[in-house]
């Protein structure tokens, strides 16, 4: 999937990483589209490349758990109602 997809392609490369600020960084879906997940805003977040492989090895909820801390207070907000089953 092309990364523009999420961001106009002219401001793609100005995303950075939601947990340290690197960039370049790679949109992630934290509710998967094969689970029903959405390409809205809230549903994706942008990681680099470590944290985008982290993420995928670790599961969600591990790497959320992990990194509490350093996520954004809506991002955390819709972790937490995704595990819930209040997100759709």
């Not at 100005?14 to 960039?23: K, P, S």
């Not at 680099?48 to 809506?74: K, N, P, V």
Request: with cysteine; glycine share 10%; proline share 3%.
């Amino acid at each position: 999937m092309k990364q523009e997809h999420f961001a106009p392609i002219d401001t793609w490369e100005e995303q950075c990483c939601e947990i340290d600020g690197a960039r370049p960084a790679e949109a992630h879906h934290i509710r998967t589209r094969g689970a029903g997940g959405s390409d809205d805003p809230e549903n994706v977040m942008w990681l680099c490349r470590r944290h985008h492989r982290e993420i995928h090895s670790m599961g969600r909820d591990a790497f959320f758990t992990q990194y509490l801390g350093r996520l954004r207070g809506e991002r955390i907000r819709y972790w937490w109602r995704l595990r819930r089953g209040e997100a759709e």
